[in-house]
Protein backbone atom coordinates (compact mmCIF):
# COMPACT_ATOMS: atom_id res chain seq x y z
CA UNK A 1 0.00 0.00 0.00
CA UNK A 2 1.18 3.65 0.31
CA UNK A 3 2.98 4.19 3.03
CA UNK A 4 5.95 7.02 3.76
CA UNK A 5 7.95 6.63 7.01
CA UNK A 6 10.55 8.17 8.61
CA UNK A 7 13.56 6.58 10.42
CA UNK A 8 14.31 8.76 13.20
CA UNK A 9 11.57 9.76 15.48
CA UNK A 10 13.82 12.43 17.06
CA UNK A 11 16.88 14.31 16.18
CA UNK A 12 18.96 16.15 18.10
CA UNK A 13 21.54 18.58 17.34
CA UNK A 14 24.07 21.29 18.36
CA UNK A 15 22.75 25.00 17.26
CA UNK A 16 25.19 25.90 14.38
CA UNK A 17 25.95 21.82 13.00
CA UNK A 18 24.23 20.43 9.97
CA UNK A 19 21.06 18.18 10.38
CA UNK A 20 19.93 15.57 8.34
CA UNK A 21 16.01 14.36 8.31
CA UNK A 22 15.49 10.70 6.54
CA UNK A 23 12.37 9.44 5.07
CA UNK A 24 11.76 5.78 3.19
CA UNK A 25 9.05 5.72 0.85
CA UNK A 26 7.61 2.18 -0.39
CA UNK A 27 5.78 3.64 -3.21
CA UNK A 28 7.16 4.54 -6.24
CA UNK A 29 4.49 5.76 -8.29
CA UNK A 30 4.67 9.70 -6.88
CA UNK A 31 5.24 12.51 -8.91
CA UNK A 32 6.93 14.59 -5.95
CA UNK A 33 8.10 14.49 -2.90
CA UNK A 34 7.76 17.36 -0.79
CA UNK A 35 9.05 18.67 2.84
CA UNK A 36 6.99 20.46 5.70
CA UNK A 37 8.26 21.64 8.65
CA UNK A 38 5.21 21.55 11.92
CA UNK A 39 5.67 24.48 14.94
CA UNK A 40 3.73 23.53 17.91
CA UNK A 41 0.67 24.45 17.84
CA UNK A 42 0.53 25.39 13.61
CA UNK A 43 -0.17 23.73 10.86
CA UNK A 44 2.63 22.17 8.37
CA UNK A 45 4.99 24.54 6.39
CA UNK A 46 6.11 23.77 3.14
CA UNK A 47 9.60 23.86 3.04
CA UNK A 48 10.79 22.30 -0.49
CA UNK A 49 9.92 19.83 -3.33
CA UNK A 50 11.73 17.92 -5.53
CA UNK A 51 10.14 16.09 -8.84
CA UNK A 52 10.87 12.64 -8.89
CA UNK A 53 12.86 12.91 -12.06
CA UNK A 54 15.65 14.82 -9.59
CA UNK A 55 18.28 13.70 -7.41
CA UNK A 56 19.08 16.87 -5.71
CA UNK A 57 17.60 20.19 -5.00
CA UNK A 58 18.66 22.90 -2.98
CA UNK A 59 16.55 26.15 -1.36
CA UNK A 60 18.18 28.49 1.28
CA UNK A 61 19.85 26.79 3.76
CA UNK A 62 18.31 23.21 3.22
CA UNK A 63 19.27 20.39 0.39
CA UNK A 64 16.61 17.60 -0.28
CA UNK A 65 18.08 14.43 -1.99
CA UNK A 66 16.14 11.96 -3.71
CA UNK A 67 17.59 8.58 -3.93
CA UNK A 68 14.70 6.52 -6.29
CA UNK A 69 16.58 3.49 -6.45
CA UNK A 70 16.75 2.44 -2.67
CA UNK A 71 13.39 4.95 -2.34
CA UNK A 72 15.44 7.38 0.37
CA UNK A 73 14.62 10.70 0.68
CA UNK A 74 16.77 13.39 3.07
CA UNK A 75 16.49 17.04 4.33
CA UNK A 76 19.79 18.81 4.80
CA UNK A 77 19.64 21.76 7.08
CA UNK A 78 22.27 23.71 7.18
CA UNK A 79 23.56 25.50 9.86
CA UNK A 80 20.67 24.41 12.72
CA UNK A 81 19.37 27.33 14.20
CA UNK A 82 17.19 27.14 17.77
CA UNK A 83 13.62 28.47 15.12
CA UNK A 84 14.05 25.47 13.13
CA UNK A 85 12.99 23.41 15.84
CA UNK A 86 10.26 21.46 14.84
CA UNK A 87 8.44 18.35 13.83
CA UNK A 88 9.87 17.53 10.01
CA UNK A 89 7.14 15.58 7.51
CA UNK A 90 7.97 13.73 4.35
CA UNK A 91 5.48 13.36 1.63
CA UNK A 92 4.65 11.99 -1.77
CA UNK A 93 2.33 13.54 -3.51
CA UNK A 94 0.10 11.79 -6.48
CA UNK A 95 -0.51 14.35 -9.23
CA UNK A 96 -2.36 11.64 -11.05
CA UNK A 97 -5.18 11.08 -8.13
CA UNK A 98 -6.33 14.94 -7.86
CA UNK A 99 -2.81 16.02 -5.86
CA UNK A 100 -3.33 14.09 -2.98
CA UNK A 101 -0.77 14.10 0.10
CA UNK A 102 0.86 11.17 2.15
CA UNK A 103 2.64 11.84 4.62
CA UNK A 104 5.62 10.19 6.48
CA UNK A 105 5.22 9.84 10.50
CA UNK A 106 7.74 12.69 11.38
CA UNK A 107 10.72 13.54 12.72
CA UNK A 108 11.12 16.18 15.98
CA UNK A 109 14.22 17.94 15.26
CA UNK A 110 15.35 19.45 18.84
CA UNK A 111 17.73 22.21 18.70
CA UNK A 112 20.20 22.54 21.69
CA UNK A 113 21.92 26.44 21.79
CA UNK B 1 -1.09 33.87 8.24
CA UNK B 2 -1.04 31.55 5.69
CA UNK B 3 -4.03 32.63 3.96
CA UNK B 4 -5.94 29.50 4.56
CA UNK B 5 -8.31 30.13 7.48
CA UNK B 6 -10.08 27.60 9.71
CA UNK B 7 -12.80 28.04 12.25
CA UNK B 8 -13.87 27.23 15.60
CA UNK B 9 -9.56 26.95 16.51
CA UNK B 10 -10.64 24.86 19.36
CA UNK B 11 -13.91 22.28 19.90
CA UNK B 12 -14.72 20.49 23.21
CA UNK B 13 -17.89 18.16 22.78
CA UNK B 14 -19.27 15.24 23.83
CA UNK B 15 -19.41 11.75 22.60
CA UNK B 16 -22.47 11.04 20.47
CA UNK B 17 -22.48 14.61 19.08
CA UNK B 18 -22.29 16.09 15.81
CA UNK B 19 -19.77 19.05 15.10
CA UNK B 20 -18.89 20.76 11.71
CA UNK B 21 -15.51 22.59 10.69
CA UNK B 22 -15.16 25.40 8.67
CA UNK B 23 -12.01 25.84 6.27
CA UNK B 24 -11.73 28.97 3.80
CA UNK B 25 -9.37 28.60 1.61
CA UNK B 26 -6.22 30.64 -0.01
CA UNK B 27 -7.52 33.54 -2.36
CA UNK B 28 -7.59 31.60 -6.04
CA UNK B 29 -6.81 27.73 -4.68
CA UNK B 30 -9.84 25.73 -6.17
CA UNK B 31 -8.63 22.38 -4.04
CA UNK B 32 -9.47 22.16 -0.65
CA UNK B 33 -8.08 18.91 1.45
CA UNK B 34 -9.04 17.68 4.94
CA UNK B 35 -6.31 16.15 7.27
CA UNK B 36 -6.77 14.18 10.42
CA UNK B 37 -3.47 14.57 12.85
CA UNK B 38 -3.55 12.61 16.06
CA UNK B 39 -0.90 11.46 18.24
CA UNK B 40 -0.20 8.26 16.93
CA UNK B 41 -1.55 8.19 13.49
CA UNK B 42 0.83 11.38 12.08
CA UNK B 43 -1.06 13.15 9.47
CA UNK B 44 -3.98 11.12 7.62
CA UNK B 45 -5.61 12.18 4.02
CA UNK B 46 -9.25 12.66 4.73
CA UNK B 47 -10.92 13.93 1.48
CA UNK B 48 -9.91 16.44 -1.29
CA UNK B 49 -12.59 18.71 -3.16
CA UNK B 50 -11.52 20.23 -6.26
CA UNK B 51 -14.17 23.15 -7.19
CA UNK B 52 -17.07 22.21 -5.54
CA UNK B 53 -16.33 18.14 -6.48
CA UNK B 54 -15.19 15.47 -4.75
CA UNK B 55 -11.66 14.54 -6.37
CA UNK B 56 -10.40 11.93 -3.59
CA UNK B 57 -10.59 10.13 -0.95
CA UNK B 58 -8.55 9.12 1.86
CA UNK B 59 -9.21 6.78 4.73
CA UNK B 60 -12.72 9.13 6.03
CA UNK B 61 -14.66 7.58 8.95
CA UNK B 62 -18.68 6.97 7.18
CA UNK B 63 -19.42 8.95 10.12
CA UNK B 64 -17.38 12.30 8.16
CA UNK B 65 -18.73 13.53 5.55
CA UNK B 66 -17.65 16.46 3.66
CA UNK B 67 -18.49 19.40 0.95
CA UNK B 68 -17.29 22.63 -0.68
CA UNK B 69 -19.44 25.14 -1.96
CA UNK B 70 -20.03 27.81 -4.56
CA UNK B 71 -17.69 30.22 -2.31
CA UNK B 72 -15.16 27.47 -2.56
CA UNK B 73 -15.09 27.22 1.49
CA UNK B 74 -15.66 23.60 2.44
CA UNK B 75 -16.93 22.23 5.64
CA UNK B 76 -15.97 18.98 7.42
CA UNK B 77 -19.10 17.39 9.52
CA UNK B 78 -17.86 15.06 12.07
CA UNK B 79 -20.95 12.82 13.60
CA UNK B 80 -22.05 10.24 16.16
CA UNK B 81 -18.48 11.38 17.70
CA UNK B 82 -16.13 9.04 19.68
CA UNK B 83 -13.13 10.13 21.81
CA UNK B 84 -10.45 8.11 19.40
CA UNK B 85 -11.80 11.19 17.37
CA UNK B 86 -10.17 12.91 19.27
CA UNK B 87 -7.47 15.18 17.03
CA UNK B 88 -6.11 18.32 15.15
CA UNK B 89 -7.96 18.52 11.77
CA UNK B 90 -6.58 20.36 9.32
CA UNK B 91 -7.54 21.96 5.76
CA UNK B 92 -5.10 22.93 3.21
CA UNK B 93 -5.51 24.11 -0.16
CA UNK B 94 -3.60 24.12 -3.52
CA UNK B 95 -4.01 25.38 -6.75
CA UNK B 96 -2.21 22.68 -9.78
CA UNK B 97 -1.51 25.64 -11.64
CA UNK B 98 1.20 26.83 -9.44
CA UNK B 99 4.96 26.32 -10.22
CA UNK B 100 5.06 24.19 -6.56
CA UNK B 101 2.74 21.42 -5.22
CA UNK B 102 3.34 22.56 -1.84
CA UNK B 103 -0.33 22.88 0.25
CA UNK B 104 -0.80 25.95 2.06
CA UNK B 105 -2.53 24.76 5.49
CA UNK B 106 -4.55 26.21 8.38
CA UNK B 107 -3.51 26.40 11.67
CA UNK B 108 -5.92 23.49 12.68
CA UNK B 109 -9.20 23.27 14.69
CA UNK B 110 -8.34 21.07 17.91
CA UNK B 111 -11.26 18.35 18.65
CA UNK B 112 -11.30 17.16 22.50
CA UNK B 113 -14.72 14.65 22.69
CA UNK B 114 -15.45 13.58 26.34
Known amino acids: GESVGLHLPTLSVQEGDNSIINCAYS??????FIWYKQESGKGPQFIIDIRSNMDKRQGQRVTVLLNKTVKHLSLQIAATQPGDSAVYFCAELYYNQGGKLIFGQGTELSVKP | DSGVTQTPKHLITATGQRVTLRCSPRSGDLSVYWYQQSLDQGLQFLIQ???????AKGNILERFSAQQFPDLHSELNLSSLELGDSALYFC?????????????FGSGTRLTVV
Open chain 2, 49 to 55: YYNGEER
Open chain 1, 27 to 32: NSASDY
Open chain 2, 92 to 104: ASSDPDRSSYGYT
